[in-house]
């Protein structure tokens, strides 16, 4: 049975159309498959979920989230919950969008590649851990950025 994507835009600051959500839900499918090639180990969360929540929220949220569950002071880019769980920070995003020179559209969609990688039972702790799941990453959304479903966001 596939795993449902499903997002949800929690802040106002940044802005984002709602039919980039419509389209990040609608490539789910194709995006969980790019991602299940890249699981580390049969017991990775992603192979044992059936919905992934993606919450886009505003720099507070996120450093609340980040101090609550992680003990880090300070918003981010991506938190993971192996339940399935992913909050991102559209501010941080359209930070590094427009210092990467990126469509925040793309740099959103790396983030939820980021996350889905870690329930695929990626870390990036290390610098070894980090190249190897930046490396998956960005083949990812190479791989899926030119799927038609993108067509209406280049």
């Not at 980039?20 to 979920?49: N, Y």
């Not at 190897?132 to 067509?151: C, D, K």
């Amino acid at each position: 049975m596939p795993i449902e994507v499903i997002l949800g835009n929690h802040q106002d600051i940044t802005p984002v159309p709602e039919h980039w959500l419509t389209v990040f839900e609608s490539i789910g499918p194709d995006l969980v498959s790019s991602v299940l090639r890249h699981v580390t180990s049969g017991d990775a969360p992603l192979c044992h979920l059936g919905v992934i929540e993606i919450a886009l929220v505003d720099e507070e949220t996120s450093a609340r989230v980040h101090r609550d569950f992680m003990d880090v002071d300070g918003s981010t880019d991506v938190i993971t919950f192996h339940h399935g769980e992913i909050v991102i920070c559209a501010k941080v995003a359209e930070r590094n969008a427009g210092e990467y020179d990126e469509p925040l559209c793309r740099e959103l969609f790396r983030y939820i590649v980021h996350g889905m990688l870690h329930l695929a039972g990626h870390e990036d702790e290390s610098e070894e851990d980090r190249v190897r799941m930046e490396a998956a990453q960005e083949q990812v959304v190479r791989e899926l950025w030119h799927s038609p479903l993108f067509e209406p966001l280049r």
